[in-house]
């Protein structure tokens, strides 16, 4: 019966490559997510890389062009254009900028696309579209399991909000939007102070150690703060607060060690150990998914490398 | 010119690479000449311990002059991008534009650098996109551990990885390759003709 109910807003989806690889499950949930609100959800077809922070690194130009083609590849695609990954969204947000911004930016990019690069898609985070779009109060009537006893960190990264100006998401030094979502699910965000800090993004390809020294103080903090498991709404987030969990509560930071630089994180002891003690990271749609009463088998909480089923049968959510 | 840390500067006409710091500022649309060293760009820097050039040091050496000093050493390639030192920027340098300058043109010039894996990591990051256009994760780590000859780096991950769904084995070919490749050589082309920097 609900399949054949209408669609009450319809977006074109950039899931961007972590989405069809590692964070797979942010896929799962959001689509879930989205068919539980009513929301249309329709992938752009042949989107590729939007370059993500390599590109931008040494090859501004390369990075732009990259995301002024799928930009217009999402052109034939109906909807505001819904991204899930952080990096993507900047990526996409900071091109449109320049792209409006500089002209002569624009002329280069246009040549190397060999076509116009438009700026009229909106592009929006799954946060906004949750919190603005679909609305706060919707979001509270639509719930149907409240995530009630649940202690949450939210953790926002670094390319949310920031640069100021550019993303719109929110405010770029205290931002609320992820708390307000919790709150609308009936979770409780705890007050803690590494809302904003770098995880070490993609250093945890090139230098494993950076990521395991930031990782590690987001993750003490949290707990400290009394959270019981990690929100965040961008994949390399999660896999670094993830993934590298183990790593970082057996061993510690190594970098700088001789072992480190040989093997890696997983064979080199560092001397800051943290005591044990698992904190599950979810995807904002793994939680609100949770919440609309979508089944969770559905969910992809077992693709989560910290699993998070022991905490929601603890209370009583699964 | 000297470009260790602790060498004496001198500053003179001939120690000052002027046409290099304009370069910055026109690759990052952004002046360097608007700092005046608060540092509160360095005390938000999650990357700073790692640097030996902290942020507001990197911009106080461009406005000397000495660009090579910075490029020499590791500090560009150890910022996360995480646009905090912009954000808090009391007179809107934009600190991460500049930083994204500075790695472009160290990458150009393929020059002198302590820091190879992260230029090794962008590398294969960037190739993965020009290969099948798409992000290949298991072909990205592999590429790296073998070039980097750290053969075991991670390794216990791969299962890990492989047994959830994380990670695909093979990764097929995105459809506007073709596409992506002339996006490539177009730039290549309007960089040999002095219509890009």
């Known amino acids: 019966m609900t399949s054949a109910k209408k669609h009450i807003r319809h977006y074109s989806y950039y899931p961007g490559c972590s989405l069809h690889a590692s964070g797979r499950e942010y896929d799962i949930s959001t689509r879930e997510l989205f068919k539980a609100l009513r929301l249309g959800l329709q992938e752009v077809p042949d989107w590729f890389c939007c370059g993500a922070t390599p590109a931008h690194n040494v090859d501004e130009l390369l990075s732009l062009s990259l995301c002024a083609k799928n930009l217009s590849l999402a052109e034939d695609v109906e909807g505001d254009l819904a991204v899930a990954c952080a990096a993507c969204f900047s990526r996409l947000k900071v091109t449109q900028h320049h792209l409006k911004e500089d002209d002569s930016k624009r002329k280069q990019v246009e040549i190397a696309i060999a076509g116009p690069a438009t700026v009229s898609k909106t592009v929006k985070h799954i946060l906004e579209i949750l919190a603005r779009d679909f609305g706060l109060a919707k979001l509270e009537e639509s719930v149907k399991k409240p995530l009630l006893g649940l202690k949450v960190a939210c953790y926002y990264g670094c390319l949310l909000t920031r640069p100021p100006g550019v993303p719109e998401l929110d405010d770029c030094e205290d931002p609320s939007i992820m708390e307000d979502i919790l709150r609308a699910l009936g979770a409780e965000p705890v007050k803690w102070s590494h809302r904003m800090e770098c995880c070490g993004a993609n250093f945890t390809l090139s230098r494993p150690g950076v990521v395991l020294k930031l990782s590690s103080a987001i993750l003490k903090s949290a707990q400290e703060a009394g959270a019981e498991c990690i929100m965040v709404a961008c994949p390399l987030c999660h896999g670094n607060l993830d993934i590298r969990q183990d790593s970082i509560q057996k061993y510690g930071t190594p970098e700088g060690s001789l072992m480190g630089n040989i093997f890696g994180s997983d064979f080199a002891p560092g001397s800051e150990g943290m005591p044990h003690r698992e904190t599950p990271i979810f995807y904002v749609t793994q939680l609100a998914a949770l919440a609309m009463g979508v089944p969770t088998d559905k969910l992809g909480l077992e693709s989560i490398i910290v699993d998070p089923r022991p905490l929601l049968k603890e209370k009583q959510l699964l | ?197």
């Open chain 2, 1 to 197: 010119m000297q470009t260790s840390k602790k060498a004496k500067m001198h500053l003179s006409n001939e120690t000052m690479n002027v046409g290099f710091v304009k370069k910055v500022e026109v690759l990052s649309g952004t002046s360097v000449r608007r700092c005046f060293q608060c540092g509160k760009c360095s005390a938000g820097c999650p990357m700073s311990s790692f640097m030996e050039h902290p942020p507001n040091r990197v911009v106080r050496l461009l406005q000397l002059g000495q660009g090579e000093r910075v490029l020499a050493g590791r500090s560009i390639w150890y910022c996360a991008s995480c646009e905090t030192c912009t954000t808090r920027c009391p007179n809107k340098v934009n600190l991460a534009a500049i930083m994204d300058a500075l790695r472009k043109l160290s990458w150009d010039a393929d020059g002198p650098s302590k820091e190879s894996y992260v230029q090794l990591a962008n590398r294969l990051f960037i190739e993965n996109i020009r290969t099948y256009g798409r992000q290949y994760e298991l072909r990205l780590g592999a590429a790296f551990n073998m070039r980097s000859g750290q053969f075991l780096k991670d390794l216990m991950l791969g299962p890990k990885l492989l047994s959830r769904g994380k990670m695909k084995l093979f990764q097929s070919k995105n459809k506007n390759l073709p596409e992506i490749e002339a996006i490539f050589s177009r730039i290549e082309e309007m960089r040999k003709k002095g219509e890009a920097l």
